[in-house]
């Protein structure tokens, strides 16, 4: 009987430490995994960003060429120059996406870029003034969007 218990004693002790190890080694692993999560947003999210200052830059040159000469090579560059930021901004807008579950960040991502696409119709200064203000405004909402979601 002395045996028996003892089997079971050890028995039991094993498999209470084995359930304690595993449920040590999921939070462990929770915890790994919200940390990479994390990190893969704020990079994908400060990536959008940065490419979206850069797009919004680039809307500035088509208008001021646009202004001296529109068939002008300097006009042609600089439209080239506009589409090719889009382009990067807007395959930073699908990382966005990709590594965010809440739809809140993406769309705020979204209508960043809308706005700063909208630069290029300006048709006088003070329109390409407004337009990027737009831009900023909605850039800055779409930062502290995704600031609230990485923090929580």
Same mark, same amino acid.
């Given at each position: &009987?002395?045996?028996?218990? *003892?089997? $079971?004693?050890? !028995?039991?002790?094993?498999? !209470?430490?084995?359930?304690?190890?595993?449920?040590?080694?999921?939070? %462990?692993? %929770?915890?790994?995994?919200?940390?990479?999560?994390?990190?893969?947003?704020l990079t994908a999210y400060s990536s959008? $960003?940065? %490419?979206?200052?850069?797009?919004?830059?680039?809307?500035?040159?088509?208008?001021?060429?646009?202004?001296?000469?529109?068939?002008? /090579? %300097?006009?042609? +560059?600089?439209?080239?120059?506009?589409?090719?930021?889009? &382009?990067?901004?807007?395959?930073?807008? @699908?990382?966005v996406q990709l590594v965010t579950e +809440? /739809?809140? /960040?993406?769309? !705020?991502?979204?209508? $960043?870029?809308? *706005?700063?696409?909208?630069?290029?119709?300006?048709?006088?200064? /003070?329109?390409?003034?407004?337009?990027?203000?737009?831009?900023?405004? *909605?850039?800055?909402? @779409?930062?502290?969007? *995704?600031?609230?979601?990485?923090?929580?």
């Amino acid at each position: &009987m002395t045996s028996l218990v *003892a089997v $079971a004693g050890t !028995l039991l002790g094993s498999f !209470l430490t084995f359930l304690f190890q595993r449920k040590t080694a999921d939070r %462990a692993e %929770a915890f790994t995994w919200r940390r990479l999560t994390r990190e893969e947003r704020l990079t994908a999210y400060s990536s959008f $960003a940065e %490419a979206v200052v850069a797009y919004r830059r680039a809307q500035y040159d088509p208008f001021h060429r646009g202004i001296e000469d529109r068939d002008s /090579p %300097a006009f042609v +560059d600089a439209k080239t120059e506009s589409y090719h930021r889009r &382009m990067i901004a807007q395959q930073a807008l @699908f990382r966005v996406q990709l590594v965010t579950e +809440d /739809p809140g /960040p993406v769309q !705020l991502a979204e209508r $960043a870029l809308e *706005a700063t696409r909208l630069i290029a119709e300006a048709t006088d200064r /003070p329109s390409l003034e407004d337009g990027v203000e737009r831009a900023k405004q *909605a850039l800055n909402d @779409f930062v502290l969007g *995704a600031g609230e979601y990485i923090r929580t």
